[in-house]
């Protein structure tokens, strides 16, 4: 009885239920990674590190112009390469994700497979 | 139908669940997959084609936990409505096949909503065996209501409490039995409401939020400063639970604070409520809102610092360097971007005193062009001093208003807060009572704060009185009386039924005569306890009016000793110190300026005897600050707080007209009779206005005494040395000529009986010393007194 309910929810509930855990979780990494937030602020000055706009002298002006600029060229390399970790997390996570939800329906037969792969007698 | 099938597929697999679903099944298969996985492993190594085998059962057995976990254990639900697919997982693993009423209830009552409503409702399982007749309910029955009852709670699910529930609603009279348990229907259903949001409390406690990410904080900038003197409130909230707002009022509140945070104006606030009302929360909620991304993308990434500001002030040495730490601070905020500074008890920015520092100027430029986010959390009335003082202020910010929260809301904050309070008091159970308690005595009790602040704090305090792990009324009433020293009488024992019906014995047990006096003042505290007065009012308010001595101050010494258990709870107040106008002030002083003034005593003291003696020599300023406290059983002190009277009996004593009594009934009139003349002469001659006679639930006239009640007197003062002598087991009886000579020598028409305890001091007490002291007496003796003594001790 046990295993003809454990048969019935892998191939009908189970597989849903599967499918709507992964895509929660590669939504957590997306968000972790918060990859839209980084491209919108990708030029942005590095935690605000810059000097302020005080006084109009065109030397305060050229100071606060090339102090931002510094700041904003940090901002967009740190941003840059968590963009590039970011998207290759989300890629190998995706792809596992992917790889296992095919996989799904075939796990259960996995001792089955196992038998036949030992009378075929094929090792490595 | 809602009968109930025991071969469902869910009722089958949540009984499975019951079996499978152990650690020690889990670890049975884990085991068991990680030695195939090693075996496979070796195999593998060793070329063996057997390795295949032992890979493909160590993924078998991986699987099945997987299933237990997410399919019998956690049992989803499918989409028909069928009676199965609404039951818990708890029931449906308890009920047998084809359940009667009785076996329901039975294992309905074992389930943990049950327990919880046996815990903190006092639903024990006797009380359902003997009250709720299941043999006269259908199953059928029992599930409809139980359903409808879900329904209409908007619950997940039908559990064992929502069962019991159903049961006590589907018995008849059930009203009657709640009654009896001091609980009602809607209770029983908020307990219901209440046990499903702590579990779904620990259920959304680790669910994971999405809050934004690395992104999140990289593009803003750092605070260092501001991190020295402040809290982040919104770090509190990121990946983790949400505070609860269960006032309506307050959940309009966040919303408008959103609405103005993502507007164009200015993205300022000032939530302008009384302490208690729970602008904090509004607050803590705003911070925990904006971190969901659905709330408004524009906010998402605000953080909300809470300035400490006492903190502040101490670090600094003067004005001049608060406001430079303050100019830092503003400039990070302004500089970091995404920073809301929250100002709690912003007061303490508008007004120069000790641990305060009015930087106004500062401030108010920064609020008029909208540089930074500033939300400022502020009582109404300094919001209007600050006001007042600084006109440009109120135009520079946006106004929010807190309302206080009502009686269903406070108690659905303090459900709300429960998990907390217990947990401080190493678990203890927090009742349903406790939560009406504390706010009903709240409300009376704790001062400068509103609901549900009141009811809260009253909490808090009253899990430190919890009673073999639980924390009832009795605890609540216990928190009053240690925390703030007001003695809380058990309404029990003062409506004592049995005591009440027999008031009139037990008053004339220390009072003789005044039969009419007595009957009307026990025929209104019987109508008062049965139910019958306005809970808005004192217990009873009377107006005794006669001559000096004739037991005005004993009947109300008797009736404290009655009713309140004690003749101490008795607050006079002589009105005759109060004949200038001036004299108001003092009568209603506030407990720091004055202990003794009547708000301050009732205060402490509120289940008493309040008798304001000689009320007719008392200011008409003072009677009239008096006609508030008679009407609604509340005075205001010159803090302005409310002080209830609404638990005390009021007696006002006045010799007014005892002349008139005297004169009236010697000229034969009834009574009754002199009463409405007296009353109709005194306002005649103003001594009193109608409306202040009008408030008085009794005008009760004390008559002369005559020569037999003296002579009863007379007898329990006599009873009353005996009392004293009784630990050396001596007795006195003094003769029947004796006593008479002693009315005759100790009565006073003008005094009344007042001179009579003097003289039997100075004659019956005076002869017992001499007897004892000459050695003339042993214990266990008796003494007999006769006139002659009497004349030989006067004489002395």
Known sequence: MALIYFFSWWYTRGWGFFLKQMSEKLQHILDAFSIPNLLKTLFHPFRQISANERGRTIDAKIYVFFDKLVSRLVGFFARFFLIIAGIICIVIAAVFFLVLCILWPFLPLAPIAGIILTISGFTL | ?796
């Open chain 2, 1 to 796: 139908m809602n009968s109930y099938n025991y071969h469902t597929s869910r009722a089958r697999r949540a009984r499975l669940g019951k079996v499978l679903g152990h650690k020690a099944v889990y670890a049975f298969f884990y085991i068991f997959a990680l030695l195939f996985l090693a075996a496979g492993t070796y195999l593998l190594i060793q070329k063996s084609p057997l390795a295949w085998l032992c890979f493909g059962l160590a993924i078998f057995f991986v699987l099945p936990p997987y299933w237990i976990r997410h399919d019998l254990v956690e049992l989803p639900k499918n989409k028909t409505d069928s009676l199965e697919n609404r039951l818990s997982r708890e029931l449906l693993v308890r009920l047998p096949k084809n359940p009667d009423t009785k076996a329901i209830l039975t294992e309905s009552l074992e389930c943990q909503s049950a327990i919880f409503l046996e815990n903190r409702y006092g639903i024990v399982a006797p009380l359902i065996d003997i009250l709720v007749p299941a043999s006269e309910i259908k199953p059928e029955d029992l599930f409809t209501k139980a359903s409808e009852i879900a329904t209409s709670l908007n619950l997940p699910e039908v559990d064992g409490g929502t069962v019991i529930v159903a049961s006590i609603e589907l018995t008849p009279n059930y009203e009657k039995i709640l009654k009896s348990l001091k609980l009602d229907l809607p209770a029983l259903y908020g307990g219901i409401s209440w046990y499903y949001y702590l579990v779904n409390l620990t259920k959304n406690y680790r669910k994971y939020k999405n809050t934004g990410g690395i992104a999140r904080d990289l593009s803003f900038g750092y605070a260092n400063l501001l991190s020295r003197f402040a809290e982040n409130i919104s770090q509190k909230y990121v990946g983790n639970y949400s505070p609860s707002l269960n006032i309506a009022s307050h959940k309009d509140n966040v919303k408008q604070m959103i609405d103005i945070f993502s507007g164009k104006g200015r993205q300022n606030v000032a939530l302008i409520g009384a302490n208690g009302s729970g602008r904090s929360n509004i607050v803590e909620n705003f911070a925990s809102e904006i971190l969901n991304s659905k709330t408004s993308e524009k906010l998402r990434f605000r953080q909300i610092f809470r300035l400490d500001a006492a903190a502040l002030v101490a670090s600094a040495s003067g004005r001049g360097q608060i406001e430079g730490l303050m100019n830092e601070i503003f400039n990070e905020v302004y500089a970091a971007k995404n920073i809301i500074l929250w100002l709690d008890n912003a007061e303490i920015f508008f007004e120069d005193q000790t641990g305060a520092i009015d930087i106004s100027n500062l401030l108010i430029p920064i609020l008029e062009n909208g540089a930074i986010r500033i939300i400022l959390t502020i009582d109404e009335q300094h919001f209007l001093e600050a006001s007042s003082k600084n006109p440009r202020f109120t135009n520079s910010i946006n106004r929010i208003m807190v309302q206080a929260a009502n009686h269903d809301e406070t108690i659905a904050v303090l459900q709300d807060q429960s998990p907390y309070f217990e947990y401080k008091s190493q678990h203890a159970i927090i009742t349903y009572w406790a939560l009406e308690e504390a706010y009903r005595l709240g409300s009376k009790y704790i001062k400068d704060l509103v609901m549900p602040g009141q009811a809260l704090t009253l909490l808090e305090m009253a899990v430190n009185y919890a009673e073999e792990g639980f924390v009832t009324d009795k605890s609540v009433q216990q928190a009053v009386e240690k925390n703030f020293g007001i003695k809380m009488q058990s309404t029990q024992s003062a409506t004592d039924k049995k005591k009440l019906l027999d008031l009139e014995s037990e008053l004339h047990k220390r009072l003789i005569g005044q039969d009419s006096a007595v009957k009307a003042v026990s025929d209104s505290l019987r109508r008062s306890a049965a139910g019958v007065r306005n809970q808005n009012r004192p217990i009873g308010t009377f107006i005794f009016l006669g001559p000096t001595g004739v037991g005005k101050t004993e009947l109300a010494k008797a009736l404290s000793e009655t009713y309140f258990n004690g003749e101490q709870n008795v607050i006079r107040i002589d009105l005759n110190e109060y004949v200038k106008e001036e004299d108001v002030s003092r009568l209603i002083a506030d407990a720091s300026e004055y202990d003794m003034s009547l708000t301050a005593q009732i205060s402490k003291q509120p289940f008493a005897v309040v008798l304001l003696d000689e009320i007719e020599k008392a200011h008409p300023k003072v009677l009239t600050a008096l006609l508030q406290l008679l009407d609604e059983g509340i005075l205001r002190d010159t803090k302005n707080h409310e002080v209830s009277f609404r638990d005390a009996i009021i007696i006002a004593t006045s010799n007014a007209g005892a002349n008139q009594i005297r004169d009236y009934l010697s000229s034969g009139k009834k009574l009754d009779e002199v009463k409405d003349i007296l009353v109709e002469q005194l306002i005649h001659d103003g001594e009193f206005k109608p409306e202040f006679l009008n408030r008085f639930d009794e005008i009760c006239v004390f008559e002369p005494l005559e020569k037999d009640d003296l002579m009863k007197i007379i007898d329990l003062i006599i009873a009353s040395v005996n009392d004293n002598l009784s630990s050396q087991k001596i007795t006195i009886n003094v003769d029947n000529d004796a006593k008479a000579l002693l009315v005759e020598k100790g009565y006073d028409p003008k005094l009344g009986a007042r001179p009579m305890r003097r003289i039997v001091q100075k004659t019956v007490e005076n002869i017992i010393a001499k007897r004892v002291l000459a050695g003339d007496v042993s214990s266990g003796a008796e003494i007999q007194i006769s006139k002659q003594d009497i004349i030989d001790q006067l004489e002395k």
